[in-house]
């Protein structure tokens, strides 16, 4: 009895730092701070799905791509969510690992077909890779999207693909 008790004290602790660990990482990262949250990431010692997200998106941020995919692809066998692909993909098209970034936008625009974010990303692939007909396929599809909720982040997408569209006429 006393052996268990003592398990479970030392279980209830570690999980009481991991969350301590977790709540001030979230918020260095939120803070612009991604060296510090991915070093108090790397210390601790078990990581939640939803974490490993944001641990894998502040090695992107910060330039570690090849990390970011490690991590982000761990918490893909956990986690379906878009956000995750958009990221993932990010990651990979940096890497120039352009199938599977194409694959990882493919999949956040399936999650949710609405979203115009997935639909630029895969355009901004095609662009990156010289594809010109998909690049311009995928151009209008984006612009043609109507948008559900207002953002001025999705008039910016549909407003820089247009101006590559109209440089990129019949090419």
């Known amino acids: 009895m006393i052996s268990l008790g003592l398990f479970l004290l030392i279980k209830n602790q570690e999980q009481d730092e991991n969350e301590k660990s977790s709540f001030k990482a979230e918020k260095l990262f939120q803070a612009g701070q991604y060296t510090e949250a991915i070093n108090i990431y790397r210390q601790m010692s078990n990581i939640s799905a939803s974490n490993l997200l944001v641990y894998g998106k502040a090695l992107a941020l910060n330039g570690e791509h090849r990390k970011a995919v490690a991590i982000l692809e761990r918490a893909k066998k956990q986690l379906s969510e878009p956000f995750l692909c958009n990221n993932l993909g990010i990651s990979y098209q940096a890497l120039k ?6 694959e990882n936008f493919k999949l956040s625009h399936q999650m949710i077909p609405n979203l115009i974010y997935p639909k630029y990303l895969l355009a901004k692939l095609y662009i990156e890779e010289g594809k ?8 209008i599809e984006v612009i043609n999207s109507p948008i559900k909720v207002y953002s001025e982040a999705a008039e910016e997408m549909k407003e820089e693909l247009r101006i590559y569209l109209s440089q990129n006429t019949g090419k």
């Open 97 to 102: 690992e352009y199938k599977r970034a194409e």
């Open 132 to 139: 010109v007909s998909k690049a311009r396929k995928q151009a």
